[in-house]
């Protein structure tokens, strides 16, 4: 399966980008084949609401299961959640390893958003 | 006839001065309401002796959608400027909190699958004082947008004489306020932030083409620049309020300008006079 | 890198003049002025403007006349009241247009023009307590915060840029979206508050915004012996809320005379004022650093 994670650039050994909303890029990583790819997401995140939503709408698109992020808004994870992609919280750690927790089940998934919204 | 009392900076004293108007009105022998559409922070009824009378909830109109019809199209989040629409796997999920109600997604909607529900936004409760009634709105918190409550407690404007006692600022809220009375007084203080508040709410009621003066409160408590202000931009000075410790404190406890000292009382008598006067004449 | 936010709930509290009191103390800060509606923080701090940029948001419609055929369609459908039939001659007035976009979609003749609003101005400037971030919006535009966020975002990276150690925010009153916008990700806020039953009942308002970001609080009453019943009912309950009282000061008028001087009040000259003001400056910061 599809896997996004919030991330800087497309090094394994960089750390993970702690912001959904806002990360500027998401790595696409492939449980089966292993290989991994990087969408961007710096699109318009000044429209209003946009970040949460926009950010979501992007992975979704991207046709992933789950992501793997340091926090979520309402908005994202309203969005993500309604369209059956789980959520994952992690500590920020490099983006090899965060993989690795996932795939030994060692990350839990998030039951609801852990930050405010910005209204904006 | 409807009177708006307005001011770019907070705390000038608009909410004393307009049950202080009020109740100068009432006292002529005139049933007043008095509309408090300071929505955000209403204080209107701590300066009044006042019973209550209904209180009611406030809504706004919301989109609701049905996912059984929902093709995702996409057309209800293409015409949404407030990005509270987004479309994925093929279907809409709606984001209320920033809805303006503007109805154009559900009249865009090809499939007629987004109807409209009514999300509460805050309450409006009515009292009673004498020949006053008092209509008050208060924003729930955390709830985005005042002007829909302020719009709703304008709607109020069956008796004769209406006083509307404005959120402070020059922004909608303001606007959406002072919008139609038939006059406009700006209360300010002054001092260099009264000052340029003002000249910004001036700014606002000339774009709106409206008819207003102003209302000095504390009048000596600093310099003459706004009174050199009003003077060069030739806008009338109806009132004058000097600065008293035994005002503030009256204030304090709940007691508005009006009651606090005798000759205050003559002041805005007269004032009133005056102001119902400009509200009648046409520019 | 933290950040203060300074809000009142009620407006007219002297929010700004502590604001710039602050700054003043201050040794190592930017200054954002995020009360966007009437700004006054710039009058007292004469910033020279160094940066400036146009403020965009949202949309606004008009009519071209020589398309219009009168139908009528767009007053039916505005929801704002904001078209005006002047004799068959339809116009959209400005300071009512929500910038939906209903009339621009279902004009049959295309005769609505719907573009970007200028909203405002925002401004990076220098100051004699360091960098400034402020803005203007202009009359009758939509308050949504946007701006101040703006505000926020130029000043936290003019922070990181000159390495600062703190932002201190003048936030706007209310408890609106200016006021949400000003305090979502602050480390600390301080609430302004004076001592009258508008003060404190506006108080429990703010209050409970604030709860519900979960942000740590004190509460300062300003002009504190005008009634001191009512200042020692709002420090109760700031303890009941699980805030800190950070202090009160007393009526003086070098609150007004050192703003007709364009002076923060503890470069007037007041002695007694100005340790009051230190005194609750530093209960502020230990109370910052001990949470972090």
């Known amino acids: 399966m599809k896997i996004a994670i919030s991330v800087n650039s497309s090094d394994l050994e960089d750390k993970m980008d702690m912001r959904f909303g806002r990360a500027k890029k998401f790595m696409v990583y492939d449980t089966e084949s292993k290989t991994n790819e990087l969408i961007d997401n710096t699109q318009n995140l000044n429209a209003a609401q946009g970040a949460g939503i926009q950010s979501a709408q992007n992975v979704i698109n991207a046709g992933v299961e789950a992501i793997i992020t340091g926090h979520t808004g309402p908005k994202a994870y309203k969005l993500l959640s309604e369209s059956g992609v789980k959520i994952y919280h992690s500590e920020e750690k490099c983006v090899k390893d965060i993989i690795a927790d996932f795939t030994n089940g060692i990350l839990k998934e998030a039951d609801s958003a852990d930050v405010e919204g910005h209204w904006i | 006839m409807i009177i708006a009392v307005a001011s770019g900076k907070g705390g000038t004293g608009k909410t004393s001065v307009s049950v202080s108007l009020a109740k100068a009105i009432a006292e002529l022998d005139s049933k007043v309401k008095l509309l408090d559409c300071d929505v955000e922070e209403p204080n209107a009824n701590l300066l009044l002796e006042c019973s209550r009378i209904s209180e009611t909830d406030f809504s706004v109109k919301i989109p609701s959608l049905d996912i059984s019809c929902c093709t995702g199209c996409g057309k209800c989040a293409a015409i949404c400027e407030f990005n509270c629409i987004a479309v994925v796997k093929e279907r809409a999920v709606i984001f209320p909190d920033l809805c303006h109600s503007c109805g154009g997604c559900s009249l865009v909607c090809p499939e007629k699958c987004i109807s409209e529900i009514e999300s509460k936004t805050g309450v409006i409760t009515k009292y009673s004082s004498g020949k006053i009634h008092l209509v008050q709105g208060i924003l729930d918190i955390g709830k985005a947008m005042s002007p829909p409550l302020i719009r709703e407690i304008k709607k109020n404007t069956e008796s004769e004489i209406v006083i509307i006692d404005c959120p402070p600022g020059t922004s909608c809220p303001m606007v959406t306020a002072v919008s139609n009375a038939d006059y406009v007084i700006l209360v300010t203080e002054p001092t260099p932030f009264g000052l340029h508040d003002m000249t910004l709410a001036v700014d606002t009621l000339r774009k709106m083409k409206m008819n207003f003066g102003v209302v000095i409160n504390r009048s000596d408590s600093g310099d003459d620049r706004v009174e050199n202000y009003c003077r060069k931009e030739n806008i009338e000075v109806i009132m004058k309020i000097r600065e008293s410790i035994d005002a503030a404190r009256a204030y304090s406890k709940g007691i508005p300008l009006y009651d606090a000292l005798p000759e205050i009382k003559q002041d805005f008598i007269s004032a009133s006079k005056t102001i119902m006067k400009r509200a009648g004449e046409k520019i | ?292």
Request: hydrophobic share 40%; proline share 3%.
């Open chain 3, 1 to 292: 890198m933290k950040e203060l936010v300074i809000i009142s709930g009620k407006g007219g509290t002297g929010k700004t003049s502590l604001s710039a009191a602050f700054a003043s103390l201050a040794e190592n800060a930017v200054i954002a002025d995020c009360d966007v509606d009437a700004a006054d923080l710039h009058l007292v701090l004469s910033p020279e403007i160094v940066k400036s940029g146009l403020f965009e948001s949202g949309k606004l419609a008009s009519i071209d006349e020589s398309k219009c055929v009168s139908c009528g369609k767009c007053s039916e459908l505005c929801r704002f009241d904001a078209v005006k039939n002047n004799g068959g001659v339809f116009s959209i007035e400005e300071t009512s247009c929500e910038g939906c976009g209903v009339c621009a979609h279902f004009c049959p003749a295309g005769a609505v023009i719907f573009e970007d609003r200028k909203c405002g101005e925002w401004y990076i400037s220098k100051s004699r307590f360091g960098t400034v971030s402020h803005a203007k919006l202009f009359a009758g535009a939509e308050n949504s915060g946007k701006l101040v966020s703006l505000v926020r975002k130029n000043a936290k990276e003019k922070a990181v840029e000159e390495k600062k150690d703190l932002i201190i925010t003048d936030g706007p009153p209310g408890i609106g979206c200016p006021v949400i916008a000003s305090i979502t990700g602050a480390d600390a806020v301080l609430i302004v508050t004076e001592p009258t039953l508008s003060g404190e009942h506006d108080l429990e308002r703010i209050a409970s915004l604030i709860k519900h970001f979960r942000i740590p609080f004190s509460v300062c009453v300003n002009r504190f012996d005008v009634n001191e019943e009512i200042t020692s009912r709002i420090e109760k309950k700031t303890l009941e809320l699980g805030g800190m009282v950070a202090g009160r000061i007393p009526y003086n008028k070098i609150f007004t005379q050192s703003q007709i001087r364009s002076l923060t009040v503890t470069e007037s000259g007041c002695s007694e004022i100005e340790n009051i003001i230190k005194n609750i400056w530093e209960n502020i910061c230990r109370r910052m650093m001990m949470t972090i």
